[in-house]
């Protein structure tokens, strides 16, 4: 069975300051791996998506690298802003039967991150 | 603009009440999804839906859930005869054409 481990659990930082999220999985036969950031009391907004084949993945101040064999996937934040803060999720396929489209994924329970002004 | 919407936002129930949440994609694709948030805790994958079928389960859907999509364009979720542990946030999905998955706002359900 699939389990996801985010590392810290929380995470206080000044505004401006560079960061790193840990997520780690037990099955490393995962096709894709996804970051999520949730706001309280909110739905899941997709930050990025890495494909196996992939060792990185940007998106503005967002990098996140997937190293499969290790079961280990960071999400790099450069120049961290208040706005940033919020819950990020880590998720993989989990891997139940028929893979693909269908699968649905496994979440970690999430590093909640307070960029302090 | 979300990907998909949920409604409703906030919905209040008595335990052993049928309860019905909807999501309304906004592109049509093919695969659907169910998951769910109780507080304090991991996202929970429930179902997922492909060509009007259920695809995968998991253990968290039992006999008390069900979806479906009747009239094609809807998507909803039913848990038959609420229980007090069933309350929590219940999100729709769907997927894009890279896989990626987004969802929708969300609907809190309360059981009382």
């Known amino acids: 069975k699939q389990e996801v481990t985010q590392i810290p659990a929380a995470l206080s930082v000044p505004e401006g300051e560079n960061l790193v999220l840990n997520c780690s999985f037990t099955d490393s036969a995962i096709y894709n791996l996804q970051w999520f950031r949730q706001d309280p009391g909110k739905g899941l907004t997709s930050l990025l998506l890495?494909?196996?084949?992939?060792r990185e993945q940007t998106s503005g101040r967002l990098n996140a690298s997937l190293d499969k064999s290790s079961g280990r996937s960071t999400l790099y934040i450069a120049a961290s802003q208040p706005g940033d803060s919020a819950t990020y999720l880590c998720?993989?396929?989990?891997?139940?039967?028929?893979?693909?489209?269908?699968?649905?994924?496994?979440f970690g329970k999430g590093t909640h991150l307070i960029i302090q002004p | 603009e979300p990907e998909v919407t949920q409604t409703p936002s906030h919905q209040v129930t008595q335990m052993g009440q049928e309860v019905i949440l909807r999501c309304v994609p906004i592109?049509?694709?093919?695969?659907f999804y169910w998951y769910r948030q109780i507080l304090g805790q991991k996202v929970e994958f429930l179902v997922s839906f492909y060509n009007n079928e259920i695809s995968e389960k998991s253990e968290i859907f039992d006999d008390q859930f069900s979806v479906e999509r009747p009239d094609g364009s809807n998507f909803t979720l039913k848990i038959r005869s609420t229980k007090l542990e069933d309350s929590a946030m219940y999100f729709c999905a769907r997927t894009g054409n890279t896989g990626e998955l987004f969802f929708g706002e969300g609907s809190r359900l309360t059981v009382l």
């Open positions: 890495i494909q196996s084949s992939q």
């Open positions: 998720a993989v396929p989990a891997l139940l039967y028929s893979g693909g489209g269908a699968d649905g994924l496994t």
């Open positions: 592109s049509n694709h093919l695969y």
